[in-house]
């Protein structure tokens, strides 16, 4: 007699191949899963969409006023009482989304890909429809949660990518150059350091590493944190880096140093100094040569596009803020995760 479908089965060295072709299989039914994940999310979305078009089209035809939004409300969670989603609220922001979205096309792009609760920061947070969709391709390609989209949204980071003065252009060949550049930001808020406005140096570095996490979030994708004061030997003197990373795209260490107070032309010396030092001492072959990120309080930006020009080595400058106040309309007008999510819940 066989045995039961479920009894488990005596473990004996598995066959030539056996291993490999498990890894195999698990990596295809994990690519699997997250493919029935998006074609589920994406049908949510239409299907979102298509509702949100249907209350514009008879509110626009037949006159329909927002009370007729609240009983469709009723009746749906009457009719579908395991399924979330058809809150008077959300019922709203489906009309919001489709208005924001003329086009059913949009549902095959980046937007259509996100969770649902992604697209109400999108749609809650940006009015421009070119920002809403570069926001939303760069959530996908870097697996941004609702929280962490929320972060960059506020913060502007789009805005604020490339903005940095640069000296990329003359110093490093044509593939790196965009990349590098779209690698720094200006300015660079540090307003979750919990430091005030005359910090010195030594005391934001010290709140940086003690927020590691948060400072590599506003560096973006691709760094890792190599140390701080990062000692150096040449010619038997002593030095100190203040902080070090690697760029994983870019292949190339990034020496960051701070200053408390404006940019000044000298400063470019003393970091294409380190710069030298680490690419002789601690690149690699398969490395590219190192960039250096000089972050000022405030910097004049002619002076430092002039103090670049003859630099030969690779430097961004850019000013930093310790305290970055939100704009009136994001404090005032726009909801917080919070409320979404409150808004979201199927409550009478």
């Known amino acids: 007699m066989s045995a039961p ?34 074609a589920v999310n994406r049908e949510l979305v239409l299907l979102y969409w298509q509702i949100g078009r249907d209350i514009l089209e008879r509110q626009a035809q037949q006159g329909w006023g927002a009370k007729v939004i609240e009983r469709l409300a009723h009746d749906l969670r009457t009719a579908f009482p395991d399924m979330k989603g058809f809150s008077r609220a959300n019922l709203m922001y489906m009309r919001a989304f489709a208005e924001a979205w003329p086009d059913a096309v949009i549902v095959q792009q980046p937007v259509g890909q996100l969770p649902w609760g992604h697209n109400l920061v999108l749609l809650t947070r940006l009015k421009d429809p070119a920002m809403r969709l570069a926001y939303a391709g760069r959530a996908i390609q870097h697996g941004w949660s609702r929280n962490v ?13 490339g903005q940095a003065v640069t000296n990329f252009e003359a110093q490093l060949p044509a593939p ?3 990349l590098a550049r779209n690698m ?26 003690q927020h590691i996490t948060r400072f590599l979030l506003e560096l973006g994708a691709g760094f890792a ?8 030997e040449v010619g038997g003197d002593d030095f100190f880096i203040d902080l070090l990373f690697y760029h994983l795209k870019l292949r190339c260490y990034v020496v960051v140093e701070l200053k408390a107070g404006a940019f000044k032309p000298e400063h470019t010396g003393q970091l294409s100094f380190y710069l030298s030092a680490v690419d002789a001492q601690m690149k690699s072959e398969q490395d590219n040569p190192t960039i250096g990120l000089l972050l000022c309080k405030t910097k004049n930006r002619v002076v430092a596009e002039y103090a670049l020009r003859d630099s030969n080595k690779p430097i961004g400058v850019a000013e930093y803020k310790l305290v970055e106040s939100l704009p009136k309309e994001l404090q005032t ?16």
């Open 225 to 232: 944190f190599v140390g701080r004061q990062v000692h150096l």
């Open 149 to 161: 989209l929320n972060i960059h949204i506020e913060t502007r980071l789009l805005e604020r990518e």
């Open 5 to 38: 479908p479920d009894t488990p089965v005596a473990l004996t060295t598995a066959p030539t191949g056996y291993a490999d072709w498990l890894a195999e299989l698990k990596t295809r039914i994990h690519t699997a899963q997250q493919r029935a994940a998006l």
């Open 184 to 209: 720094l930001k200006d300015p660079y808020l540090f307003d979750f350091l919990g430091v005030g406005k005359e910090a010195d140096e030594r005391e934001i570095e010290s709140a940086i590493v």
């Open 176 to 178: 790196q150059t965009d």
């Open 333 to 348: 007008s726009l909801p917080s995760i919070e409320q979404i999510e409150r808004e979201l819940e199927d409550t009478p």
